[in-house]
């Protein structure tokens, strides 16, 4: 059986949980408290070392970090439907759009990050969300000027089905609502967004949806 | 022709020139003097029109960005030398390897982000050298612990030739060299990119052999 190791919250989580619905695969869910400092037990650590989720246990027992390797994995050895397209191109468009959210914004809005700029910088709850709506906003610019020019943008962020970059961008959008983002400016990533949400696949691995939502 | 626009001391360029010479492909560069803002220049945004290296044009024509999406593209229309392993698992981990350092430590070192860190937050460089030190610790820790306990580790991140995991280890370790962040708890890594540096593929991509290198 495969088994997720995860936190409803976290947006890599939230990821491989669409990736695996997509590909319609079943999976057991393991919910790992970050707020609580699960992912720094020793039991956690017999899954993963660094104490981060997701954590991937494959049926053969292999134990697959970081997100998007996670989903590359996935891609590989359950093949349809694709999360990236058939094209070399294409594939490198739905790489760099999912590695424009995975990079460049996901990495600096993250748990471990806000606490060293409220614990060690000592910034207030205003500089922080200030500091979290910068990186979105720099982000999310890029990614709606690529979207609403590019030619293979179409219903999804990479033509008429859900990619890699479908992937990605979805947990970046909740993320950015929750701390109440001004998403006014990013019609297209609102668009694919709600297109995204129609679908089953993203529905059910939506943070609400999840067993250890609070 | 193969045209790579980049910066010699940008990691992600970096990462695509080992890539590239590993691949033993031929390219032209173009400098993009990030210190003087030319990426921030209207030539160059019709190349990347988010204003960040590096972009790898094809000679088709294709204008790439992000460089792990790049890198893929090479593996993909250049198999030959992999540099990535045959085997899901080993693809999984070698990705892992790559993005923990992608995706968890260059992130939050990189340039624009310590430009925010003294413009914004007003930090004086003590604080800056403390910020970037303590990601660089954090993400070597883990890296550390990973080359050192898995078996599938070798003379290189991934056994005996070098991998993609490799291709972005080495910048890092050469950016945080330049912080002056003490190394000596990472032996394996050190070993590795003593290695890896021994090589051609990596030694005529180092910051220093550039025509743009100061």
């Known amino acids: 059986m495969t088994t997720l190791y995860g936190y409803f919250r976290s947006s890599a989580a939230y990821r491989v949980r669409i990736a695996l619905n997509l590909k319609g695969l079943a999976?057991?869910?393991?919910?790992?408290?970050l707020v609580k400092g699960e992912q720094k037990s020793d039991d956690f650590r017999t899954h993963n070392p660094q104490g981060l989720v997701p954590v991937l246990e494959t049926d053969d027992g292999a134990q697959l970090t970081q997100s998007l390797a996670i989903c590359e994995y996935l891609e590989e050895r359950h093949p349809e439907p694709p999360l990236l397209p058939a094209d070399?191109?294409?594939?490198?468009?739905v790489r760099s759009l999912a590695q424009l959210v995975a990079c460049e914004i996901h990495p600096?809005?993250?748990?471990?990050?806000l606490k060293y700029l409220v614990h060690?910088?000592?910034?207030?709850?205003?500089a922080k969300l200030a500091w979290y709506r910068h990186w979105i906003a720099e982000g999310f610019t890029a990614l709606e000027a690529r979207l609403a020019s590019e030619s293979?943008?179409?219903a999804f962020c990479h033509g008429d089905s859900p990619t890699l970059a479908d992937v990605c961008l979805v947990?970046?959008?909740?993320?950015?609502?929750?701390?109440e983002c001004d998403l006014s400016a990013y019609p297209t990533l609102r668009r694919i967004t709600e297109r995204?949400?129609?679908?089953?696949?993203f529905a059910k691995a939506a943070p609400g949806e999840q067993p250890d939502a609070g």
Do not use: H, I, T, W
């Open 196 to 201: 995204c949400r129609a679908l089953d696949a």
């Open 88 to 93: 070399a191109e294409g594939r490198a468009r």
């Open 120 to 126: 060690e910088l000592k910034l207030d709850d205003e």
């Open 108 to 113: 600096l809005n993250n748990l471990k990050v």
């Open 152 to 154: 293979a943008s179409g």
């Open 27 to 33: 999976y057991d869910q393991v919910p790992v408290n």
């Open 171 to 179: 947990p970046q959008v909740f993320n950015a609502e929750r701390f």
